[in-house]
């Protein structure tokens, strides 16, 4: 999971910018937690206490405006009953990897992954891709093996994963769909060769920086192992206390401490 939020704090600064290089600061004053990370943190949550996702997510999302929320989930934090609005958006994808970490069965984690979708985005895309961030995640934990993510995700959801992120850089814009930012995601990660390299790998599609870095992020450190220190040192000084509090507990619950 901070994997995933270093990923989001790392890609934040290059969200509308359509950075296409790998060569660019790591983590500048400029970078900051956003939605992804507050909805991210949302999901541990639940998982942590009682499993109510929807809950979870409008507590945080009230409790953390203005961290760029999409105009219609904006609309779904205010509503005073709020209802899925049929959103294949990445809001789906990018507070998926809690799931992952957490859960451990291919079906627990593709149940429970749909669960952390349709309280808001309830469209087949969208909970199509909170299930394979999510079971990419799981898998490269569990097995080790980019052959077998590759050939699972590929199959499960039926995501080109052939290409390469060198022959998607330079015609890919910045997309809020699950469709068109997933497979990316997973393909950083795929072709990459550590943590640091998968993040790289994702914000330099110069796409949806953040949430790419977010999901990317989170399957490289479930294969790598810990984010590394200095990553981390950068995570913890721009997190709020509350949400790094979340983070350990979530770690002392399912991973070794890191």
Not at 68 to 92: E, I, T, V
Not at 219 to 241: D, K, M, N
Request: aromatic share 10%; net charge negative.
């Amino acid at each position: 999971m901070l994997g995933a939020i270093a990923g989001d704090i790392i890609g934040s600064a290059h969200e509308f910018g359509l950075t296409k290089t790998k060569d660019f600061p790591l983590l500048g004053p400029e970078c900051d937690f956003t939605d992804d990370t507050v909805m991210t943190v949302a999901i541990a949550q639940a998982i942590l206490t009682d499993g109510d996702y929807r809950r979870a997510a409008l507590d945080f999302g009230r409790r953390y405006p203005g961290r760029g929320y999409g105009g219609s989930f904006q609309q779904w934090l205010a509503s005073p009953d709020p209802r899925p609005y049929g959103s294949y958006g990445n809001g789906a994808a990018m507070r998926a990897s809690p799931v992952g970490f957490a859960f451990s069965s291919v079906d627990e984690v593709l149940r429970e992954a749909e669960h952390s979708a349709v309280f808001s985005h309830d469209h087949p895309e969208g909970v199509k891709g909170a299930q394979a961030a999510a079971l990419a995640v799981f898998l490269a934990r569990t097995t080790r093996d980019k052959a077998l993510v590759r050939t699972e995700i590929a199959s499960r959801f039926g995501y080109d994963l052939d290409r390469t992120v060198d022959e998607i850089r330079p015609a890919y814009g910045h997309v809020e769909s699950c469709q068109e930012t997933v497979p990316e995601a997973v393909i950083s990660f795929l072709e990459s060769t550590s943590y640091e390299d998968a993040v790289r790998n994702a914000v330099s599609l110069g796409g949806d920086a953040d949430t790419l870095a977010c999901i990317a992020g989170g399957i490289a450190e479930a294969f790598y192992g810990p984010v590394p220190p200095s990553i981390l040192a950068g995570v913890r000084r721009r997190l709020a206390p509350e949400l790094w509090d979340i983070v350990e507990r979530f770690y002392r619950a399912f991973r070794s401490p890191f």
